[in-house]
T-cell receptor, first 112, second 114 residues
Framework: DVKVTQSSRYLVKRTGEKVFLECVQD?????MFWYRQDPGLGLRLIYF???????EKGDIPEGYSVSREKKERFSLILESASTNQTSMYLC???????????FGPGTRLTVT | AQTVTQSQPEMSVQEAETVTLSCTYD???????LFWYKQPPSRQMILVIR??????QNATENRFSVNFQKAAKSFSLKISDSQLGDAAMYFC???????????FGQGTTLQVKP
């Protein structure tokens, strides 16, 4: 079975802090994705990556950056956390040509 | 740009009955994929069913089936013999063959009554 893990299930940070969310997949998938999930809005794509050291902006990249130094790991960085970044963050991975994404358990981030 | 719309924020069904969740999408692409994902309360999102746009036959997966109407850009999910474990939020998603990105609808929360 594909396994996608995220470093924390719950996280509380203060405004202005730098926040790192880590995601690791164990199936050698080329594609990795970061979403945020908010009630009534579904999932919105923040960033994605097709390969190591490659990244593409999604629909809502403002306030976020990403890093993919190894194929299995994709990190989401909030350079200076703000209260409007309080949300559920979901990581996903996929085989390049398959399009079927496998999701991690999510990190519920609260910024106070 | 592609969009996905789920017009039913909440649905409920009696255990053992059948329920249909609606989804419409908009695209100018001819080659794409459609998915239904399930997110149980406090649990991981999992794939329920997928449909390739070039296939005319509707996908089925045990008690789950879809009604794919390509011309109408409609992709509904039918759950037969509903079980308590089907209670979850369901997301419809459009997958672009060009980019591999998924675009999600707003989600439908399904309640199953015993």
């Amino acid at each position: 079975d594909v396994k996608v893990t995220q470093s924390s299930r719950y996280l509380v940070k203060r405004t202005g802090e730098k926040v790192f969310l880590e995601c690791v997949q164990d199936m050698d998938h080329e594609n990795m994705f970061w979403y945020r999930q908010d009630p009534g809005l579904g999932l919105r794509l923040i960033y994605f990556s097709y390969d190591v050291k490659m990244k593409e902006k999604g629909d809502i990249p403002e306030g976020y950056s990403v890093s993919r130094e190894k194929k299995e790991r994709f990190s989401l960085i909030l350079e200076s956390a703000s209260t409007n970044q309080t949300s559920m963050y979901l990581c996903a991975s996929a085989v390049r040509q398959n399009h079927e994404q496998y999701f991690g358990p999510g990190t519920r981030l609260t910024v106070t | 740009a592609q969009t996905v719309t789920q017009s039913q924020p909440e649905m409920s069904v009696q255990e053992a009955e059948t329920v249909t969740l609606s989804c419409t999408y908009d695209t100018s692409e001819s080659d794409y994929y459609l998915f239904w994902y399930k997110q149980p309360p406090s649990r991981q999102m999992i794939l329920v069913i997928r449909q390739e746009a070039y296939k005319q036959q509707n996908a089925t997966e045990n008690r789950f089936s879809v009604n794919f109407q390509k011309a109408a850009k409609s992709f509904s999910l039918k759950i037969s013999d509903s079980q308590l474990g089907d209670a979850a939020m369901y997301f419809c998603a459009y997958g672009s063959s060009n980019t591999g990105k998924l675009i999600f609808g707003q989600g439908t929360t399904l309640q199953v009554k015993p």
